[in-house]
């Protein structure tokens, strides 16, 4: 089956596939806030990538990457990354604020593909990440937020991580994303695990005292997001340019902070909404320039 023109309207089932996404995503931002408000992030974080691992040992097959190349890759993407998060996760109140800086990924990838892989870094991806950050920093500085602020610059270098980790991944020798996810989640759930046992007390008590309702939300980040939404946007990419689908996932946090608010009692103030508008707005101007430099390299 060929793929479709990158100019052609999305079918049905390329909505339906972004659509899930963006669920599956906004409702995991949740599910481990809830998750690491009970159980210890590091242990959340570990178990996740060995639930995962065991769906995904089949794409551990030969021939795989240098490791020497290939490890630093994984550390980034893998157990610095979510370990980052979750511990940000478990230190916030609300939820809103996180999420939204965990978006500035976008706009540093883009900066990290400028600075180490020499891409083209258009005046409006420019101004769409000075915007980005200083959403964040405006968004920061509500009183409101002010008790948030270390999980939120811990969000900032978790998304750092990523970005490198994302960048790197191109430099690499070409790897399918589910034996990436696979390999990610060999290193991440061991690294993760004797994290948890070294700096985590109380594990076997606190892990027997959480409910179904807690590990269910384990399993989901383990399953929807690492292993489903994973495969999902390998098929959305496959077959179209990541510039046309990349915007669309702006629409995540707003799913994560309508349930944050709606649900967990997270407070909205003024200029909490309007650092986290810019902030998204920012992000957009970064995902659509680098949408038209591609298609003018093209």
């Known amino acids: 089956m060929t793929s479709p023109s ?3 309207p999305f079918a049905a089932a390329e909505w339906a596939a972004i659509a899930a996404i963006i669920f599956i995503w906004g409702v995991n931002n949740a599910a ?3 998750a690491t408000d009970v159980l210890p992030p590091f242990f959340v974080g570990g178990v996740r990538f060995a639930i995962a691992l065991v769906v995904l040992i089949p794409f551990l097959r030969p021939p795989f990457p240098p490791w020497r190349q290939t490890v630093p890759i994984l550390l980034l993407l893998g157990p610095l990354h979510f370990g980052l998060i979750y511990f940000g996760f478990s230190i916030v109140k609300n939820l809103s604020p996180l999420v939204v800086s965990l978006q500035l990924w976008i706009p540093m990838t883009a900066f990290f593909a400028w600075r180490v892989l020499g891409e083209t870094m258009p005046r409006s ?3 769409g990440m000075a915007v980005a950050f200083a ?3 405006w968004m920061s500085l509500d009183p409101h937020a002010v008790g948030d602020l270390p999980g939120i610059v811990i969000g900032v270098i978790a998304s750092a991580m990523w970005a490198l980790g994302t960048v790197l991944v191109r430099r690499s020798p070409a790897v399918t994303p589910l034996k990436m996810q696979a390999l990610t989640s060999l290193v991440g759930a061991p690294v993760l695990l004797l994290a948890a046992v070294m700096f985590e007390p109380n594990l076997p008590e606190r892990a027997a005292s959480a409910g179904w309702a807690i590990w269910a939300t384990v399993v989901w980040a383990a399953l929807a997001s690492t ?3 994973s495969a999902l946007l390998f098929w959305l990419v496959q077959r179209r340019e990541p510039g046309r689908v990349t915007p669309w996932f702006l629409l995540t ?3 994560s902070c309508g349930i944050g608010i709606s649900l967990m009692g997270d407070e909205l103030t003024p200029q909490l909404m309007l ?4 902030t998204l707005v920012g992000v957009a101007l970064v995902a659509l320039s680098e949408h ?3 298609a003018a390299a093209a």
């Not at 650092?275 to 810019?278: D, K, V």
């Open 125 to 127: 991806g420019l101004a």
């Open 6 to 8: 990158d100019k052609s």
């Open 227 to 229: 292993v489903g939404a």
């Open 32 to 34: 481990a806030k809830i």
């Open 292 to 294: 038209r430099a591609a």
């Open 253 to 255: 946090p707003l799913l």
């Open 275 to 278: 650092g986290g508008a810019a």
């Open 135 to 137: 959403g964040v920093a």
